[in-house]
């Protein structure tokens, strides 16, 4: 299946200052997903964000933080029922990205899948502490059925034909 930006909402998850530093590459990650929902802006697609335990882990990075129309607090692992409050209710293909691959972002993925979203996560925009669990969470998302995608073709499926009003700012953007 292809991604739609008129049927997307971006989920950005927990990019928070006290796990971050934790995170194999976590620089690299929020400059990845920074680009992602600058993207996302760029094509008017909704952005949320979600913190962990805001008061225990801080909340979202700055850079993160301005990306999203709105952002949710959850002590729950699995966001996908706080998500559902949303405006993600009005689209049903749902991109994600964030932290921890093996935690926040599997337990997400599978709970909207369950509930009937098509579920698509940016490899190259998920962290981990370890290697092998972001690995093993990658692995089993695509056995369960979600779609691993890059940067790269969230960008081009959204664009959908070099003809788009914003194609020179996405490729900007993405170089």
Same mark, same amino acid.
Request: proline share 3%; with cysteine; hydrophobic share 45%.
């Given at each position: 299946?292809?991604?739609?930006?008129?049927?997307?909402?971006?989920?950005?998850?927990?990019?928070?200052?006290?796990?971050?530093?934790?995170?194999?590459?976590?620089?690299?990650?929020?400059?990845?997903?920074? +680009?992602?929902?600058? &993207? #996302?802006?760029?094509?008017? *697609?909704?952005?949320? @964000?979600? =913190?962990?335990?805001?008061?225990? /882990?801080?909340?979202?990075?700055?850079?993160?933080?301005?990306?999203?129309?709105?952002?949710?607090?959850?002590?729950?692992?699995?966001?996908?029922?706080?998500? +559902?409050?949303?405006? &993600? #209710?009005?689209?049903?293909? *749902?991109?994600?990205? @964030?932290? =921890?691959?093996?935690?926040?972002? /599997?337990?997400?993925?599978?709970?909207?899948?369950?509930?009937?979203f098509?579920?698509?996560?940016?490899?190259?925009a998920?962290?981990?502490?370890?290697?092998?669990?972001?690995?093993?969470?990658?692995?089993?998302?695509?056995?369960?059925?979600?779609?691993?995608?890059?940067?790269?073709?969230?960008?081009?499926?959204?664009?959908?034909?070099?003809?788009?009003?914003?194609?020179?700012?996405?490729?900007?953007?993405?170089?």
């Amino acid at each position: 299946m292809m991604m739609d930006a008129d049927n997307a909402t971006l989920v950005m998850i927990d990019y928070q200052p006290r796990l971050l530093p934790a995170i194999h590459h976590g620089q690299k990650l929020v400059a990845r997903s920074v +680009t992602l929902g600058r &993207l #996302a802006a760029l094509l008017d *697609v909704p952005v949320i @964000g979600t =913190e962990q335990s805001p008061d225990k /882990l801080g909340e979202n990075v700055p850079s993160i933080k301005r990306l999203c129309t709105e952002t949710l607090a959850k002590s729950r692992f699995d966001a996908s029922k706080t998500l +559902t409050a949303t405006a &993600l #209710a009005e689209r049903r293909q *749902v991109v994600l990205c @964030g932290c =921890e691959a093996h935690v926040c972002v /599997l337990q997400t993925a599978l709970g909207l899948q369950r509930l009937g979203f098509e579920v698509f996560v940016v490899e190259d925009a998920v962290g981990a502490r370890r290697r092998a669990d972001k690995a093993a969470a990658l692995a089993r998302m695509s056995q369960a059925g979600v779609t691993l995608v890059t940067l790269e073709m969230v960008a081009f499926e959204w664009l959908g034909d070099a003809g788009h009003p914003r194609f020179k700012d996405v490729q900007a953007l993405i170089k």
